[in-house]
Structures are given as C-alpha cells and as structure tokens.
C-alpha cells in the first residue's frame, strides 16, 4: 500500500480553477493506477477520473470531462487534478487513491490506499 496525502483545495467562485496534488509515499508509485474520487454531503463517495501507471491513458467521469484534467510525476511521486471552470456542483471532499492492479479503475472497491481529503467549496 502506498500513504496519501492531498492539498490544494479551497473555498473559490465559481468559473475559477483549482489544482489538487496528491503526494505518494511508502511503496513503488509508478506500480499504481491512481484515481480522484469527491464526496459532497449527503451523497456517496463518486468516482472522477483515474491514471494509467504510466500515465499515457486517463478516464473521466461525464461530469470531468472536458473541465478537469488528471496528470501524474513519476519522478516526484505525485498525481493532479486541475480543475477548470469549477460549477457550486463541483463542491465536495476530494479523494486521491491507488491501486496495484494492473487496469485503470474506477470503482472505489478497486482501490486499496486512500487519502485523507481535501475539502473544494465552489460559491456561485
């Protein structure tokens, strides 16, 4: 397993970006799929968009594409989220998350570390 640690989130207006870091440590982290999960209050935990290992192949959920991009440093064991023209829709706790297995996931059982959370509000 590897520990995860989130930072970047924030109270913004809406239309503004925001761009999430999720810092790796503790195992090999080019090994894993990465994934970006949120959680708004009330409602369960939803998968956004996860990473291949190396990086060359991301999926969005609809709600992502076309506004947030996922990216990851091998070399400085870190994964992204840049989120663009950010909607009141968007607020949420955001979750980065890895997985050993070798295809890129997208269901949270899939995943087996998880951060701590970074909480995004988006004002109107």
């Known amino acids: 397993q590897v520990q995860l640690v989130e930072s970047g989130g924030g109270l913004v207006q809406a239309g503004s970006s925001l761009r999430l870091s999720c810092a790796a440590s503790?195992?090999?982290?080019?090994?894993?799929?990465m994934g970006w999960f949120r959680q708004a209050p009330g409602k369960e935990r939803e998968w956004v968009t996860s990473?291949?290992?190396?990086?060359?192949?991301?999926y969005y959920a609809d709600s992502a594409k076309g506004r947030f991009t996922i990216s990851r440093d091998n070399a400085k064991n870190t994964v992204y989220l840049q989120m663009n023209n950010l909607k009141p829709e968007d607020t949420a706790v955001y979750y980065c998350?890895?997985?050993?297995?070798?295809?890129?996931?997208?269901?949270?059982?899939?995943?087996?570390?998880w951060g701590q959370g970074t909480q995004v509000t988006v004002s109107s």
């Open positions: 998350a890895a997985t050993g297995l070798r295809f890129i996931a997208t269901t949270a059982s899939d995943f087996d570390s």
């Open positions: 503790g195992s090999t982290f080019s090994r894993h799929c």
């Open positions: 990473i291949s290992r190396g990086g060359g192949t991301t």
